[in-house]
């Protein structure tokens, strides 16, 4: 069965050359890629690539985000040189490479517009990643929302990475975060906080077709199904000073039903309990099978080979795990893959 990993990173030379330019002293996950030698060594991402039967990947650059590293401008640049790069990685490799998700600098909202119709209808981006926040800024923010429009329009799921560094202070007396728990619970609790102002703000509602990626199995989401299901049924009951059961009530859905729109990724570093609640929670028409490689100990096939383990031996019909091997992307993507 053919197994297309929808969610890994690599940088094209050009990225990181200008990556470098730009934000060589990077801090935190700038550091981490700058790292991981086959981010960028595409003989050595082949190699781990071979250790797979019927593997393939579709990749987008890895964290930090564009917008991060550099003026508005330049990280429009930088999305532009990352698209055309991966493209020309397709073009050359498309039996290693199928599709690619492209990425855009939402910090530069017209050209992050541009750039994603560009991507999609030129280059044959299968999708757009962006990140969990904008330099900081929330994505309901009314000058991002032209973007989700554009998605809707393009027919493209938008790929949605966390983003927060160790300047994201755990507690409100100290300038940065400790001991990496900016990454480890930062990453999840930002991601689903971004879900959550997509769903409050309306922005599901307003363009009912969007499709949303989101990475490491929907984060905190699944755990939380009972604060994000009958909890958040009973929003506005625990806030003084603001009418938020006003809001509940002009949403078309229950809270929870827009996030079980969603689709989420199996990248959770080769935990079954976490893959098995994600599963729980999406159903298999809304889970897509993904590494996150290279991020791992073992310099790349490590999450790889422990995903597929665990998709192998789960309890669910050969339907359902070719919907996550391959299918669900199939329909994401626009794309057969085998």
């Known amino acids: ?71 508005p ?12 790069g991966l493209a020309e990685l397709v073009a050359k490799h498309p039996d290693r490479f199928p599709s690619f998700i492209a990425t855009v600098a939402l910090s530069d909202p017209e050209a992050a517009v ?7 209808k030129e280059l044959g981006a299968g999708g757009v990643q962006i990140f969990t926040n904008v330099a900081g800024k929330p994505l309901d923010r009314p000058e991002f929302e032209p973007f989700f429009a554009k998605m809707e329009e393009l027919e493209r799921a938008v790929w949605l990475h966390p983003a ?91 809270p929870v039903d827009y996030f079980k729109r969603m689709y989420g990724d199996s990248a959770v570093f080769g935990s079954e309990p976490a893959t098995r609640c994600g599963l ?18 073992e310099k790349g096939p490590g999450y790889i080979r422990e995903t597929i383990k665990i998709l192998d031996n789960l309890d669910i019909s050969g339907e359902d795990r070719r919907k996550i091997y391959v299918g669900n992307a199939e329909r994401l993507l626009k794309k057969r893959f085998d």
């Open 114 to 120: 541009s750039e994603a119709e560009r991507a999609v």
């Open 164 to 254: 927060r560094g160790a300047n994201h202070p755990d507690y409100l007396d100290e300038d940065k975060s400790k001991y990496e728990i900016w990454w480890t619970f930062g990453w999840p609790y930002e991601t689903s906080v971004a879900m959550s102002r997509l769903v409050f703000s309306g922005i599901l509602d307003r363009y009912p077709k969007l499709d949303l990626v989101i990475h490491h199995l929907g984060a905190m989401v699944p755990y939380f199904e009972g604060r994000v299901g009958p909890g958040w049924d009973q929003l506005g009951s625990r806030t003084s000073g603001e009418d938020l059961g006003a809001l509940l009530k002009k949403l078309k859905r229950r």
């Open 280 to 297: 729980a929670f999406y159903g298999a028409d809304h889970v897509l099978f993904a590494s996150d490689s290279p991020f791992d100990p």
């Open 73 to 84: 401008a330049v990280a429009s640049e930088l999305a532009r040189i990352g698209n055309d």
């Open 1 to 71: 069965m053919k197994k297309v990993d929808i969610f890994n990173h690599f940088f094209p030379a050009r990225y990181f050359e200008k990556m470098l330019g730009v934000a060589g002293d990077y801090s935190d996950m700038g550091k981490r890629v700058r790292n991981i030698p086959c981010l960028t060594d595409l003989d050595l991402r082949f190699q781990i690539m071979d250790a797979f039967e019927d593997y393939v990947q579709v990749p987008s650059v890895a964290n930090p985000p564009p917008d991060v590293m550099a003026k």
